[in-house]
C-alpha cells in the first residue's frame, strides 16, 4: 500500500483483533497453571494452620468481636456465609473444616475450578466476618482464587488429570499441556498492575523520591528486624537512596518489561529476589509468599530447564505462545 493511499481502519482492525485473540486465547503451558493452583493452596493452608487456635477468639459470638457487629462495620457491599449461621464454636470449627477440604483438594487438583469457587467463598466469608485481622496477603490470596476459577488448573499435576487418564487413556496419551488459558492471562495482569500501582504510589510520597523512605522503615520494630540485616545497609545515606529508589524503579519498570521476551527472566529474577528480601528482613506472614504464587504466572517451561543448565528447543513450544 503506497503512502498516498493512507491506512486501512478494517485493516488495523483486524490486526489488532488478531493479537487480542492471539494474547489472550493462544495454548498456555497449563504445567504453570498448576504451579500458581498448588503454590496458592499451599499458602492458604499456612494461612489456615496458624488461624485456626484463635477459631474461637476471631469469630464467635463469645469472642472479639460478636457477628451482629460486624456485620454492622463490614463493608455495606460486603457479604459472608457466617452471618447468617450461628456464630456458636461448633458451627464456626465445622465451616472451618469444610474450608480446609475444599483447600487439599485444590492442591490435589480434584474438581479444581468447584473447589477454586469454593474455597474462594468460605475465604471471603471468614475474611469478611472479621475484617480487623485481615492483612494484605489475605486481599492476594483472594484475587488469585478469582483466576484460578478462570483458568486449567487442574488439566495436569492433578486428580483431574489422573482421572482423564483413567476414563479414556488413548485420548490422554495424545493430550497436550498446552491449551487455552486466559485465566491466566487476566493473572498475569493483575500481577503487573499490583506492582505499578505501587511504584506510582510511593512515586508520589516525598521520602520515597528523596530516598529515606528505608530509613524509616528500617526502624519500624514491629515490621523490621526479622532475621539480622548489616547495619551499614540503613545506616549509610547513599546506599539506603540506592536502595529506595531500585525499589521505586523495580515496581515501576518489572511490569512493563516482563511482558517481552527478552526482559521477562530478569524481570522475574528481580520480582523474585525483591519478595524473597522482603521476606527475610520484614514481619509480613505470608504477603511475599502469596505474591511469589501469583508470579509464577509469568513462569515458562524453559525456565525450569534454563535453571538446570539445559538447552530447550523451542521446536517443542507451540507456534502461537508468546512471552
Known amino acids: ?96 473444616w469444610v474450608l480446609v477440604g ?18 474462594l467463598v468460605w475465604l471471603i466469608s471468614f475474611q469478611n466476618r472479621n475484617e480487623q485481622i485481615l492483612d494484605g496477603e489475605d486481599f492476594v490470596m483472594r484475587v488469585i482464587l478469582v483466576f484460578l476459577i478462570l483458568m486449567p488448573g487442574g488439566w495436569c499435576w492433578s486428580v483431574d488429570a489422573w482421572l482423564r487418564r483413567w476414563r479414556s487413556p488413548i485420548a490422554s496419551a495424545s493430550d497436550s499441556p498446552w491449551q487455552p488459558a486466559w485465566g491466566l492471562r487476566l493473572l498475569q495482569i493483575q500481577m503487573a498492575t499490583i506492582y505499578f500501582s505501587a511504584g506510582l ?49 523495580g515496581e515501576l519498570l518489572v511490569p ?21 528480601a522482603n521476606e527475610y528482613t520484614m514481619h509480613l506472614f505470608l504477603f511475599h509468599w502469596a505474591m511469589l504464587a501469583g508470579w509464577l504466572a509469568f513462569v515458562r517451561a524453559e525456565d525450569f530447564a534454563w535453571l538446570a543448565g539445559r538447552p530447550r528447543s523451542n521446536s517443542a513450544l507451540p507456534l502461537t505462545s508468546d512471552l
Open 1 to 96: 500500500m503506497s503512502q498516498s493511499e493512507g491506512y486501512s481502519l478494517v485493516a488495523a482492525w483486524q490486526a489488532l483483533a488478531r493479537g487480542w485473540n492471539r494474547f489472550f486465547h493462544a495454548p498456555q503451558d497449563t504445567r504453570v497453571c498448576a504451579a500458581v493452583r498448588i503454590a496458592q493452596a499451599a499458602v492458604l493452608l499456612v494461612n489456615l494452620a496458624f488461624l485456626y487456635p484463635d477459631l474461637n477468639l476471631w469469630y464467635t459470638d463469645g469472642g472479639v468481636l460478636p457477628s451482629a457487629a460486624s456485620r454492622e462495620m463490614g463493608d455495606p457491599f460486603g457479604w459472608s456465609l457466617l452471618w447468617h449461621l450461628p456464630a456458636t464454636r461448633g458451627v464456626v470449627h465445622a465451616c472451618f
Open 256 to 276: 512493563l518489561f516482563i511482558w517481552f521476551r527478552e526482559t521477562r527472566r530478569l524481570c522475574l529474577v528481580a520480582a523474585i529476589l525483591f519478595h524473597l
Open 201 to 249: 504510589w510511593k512515586a508520589a510520597g516525598a521520602s520515597w523520591i528523596d530516598g529515606t523512605a528505608l530509613y524509616y522503615v528500617a526502624r519500624l520494630d514491629d515490621y523490621f528486624g526479622k532475621f539480622p540485616t548489616p547495619a551499614f545497609l540503613f545506616d549509610t545515606p547513599w546506599l539506603v537512596a540506592l536502595i529506595t529508589w531500585s525499589v521505586v524503579l
Open 102 to 119: 475444599h483447600t487439599v483438594l485444590l492442591l490435589l487438583g480434584f474438581c479444581s475450578r468447584i473447589n477454586a469457587m469454593a474455597v
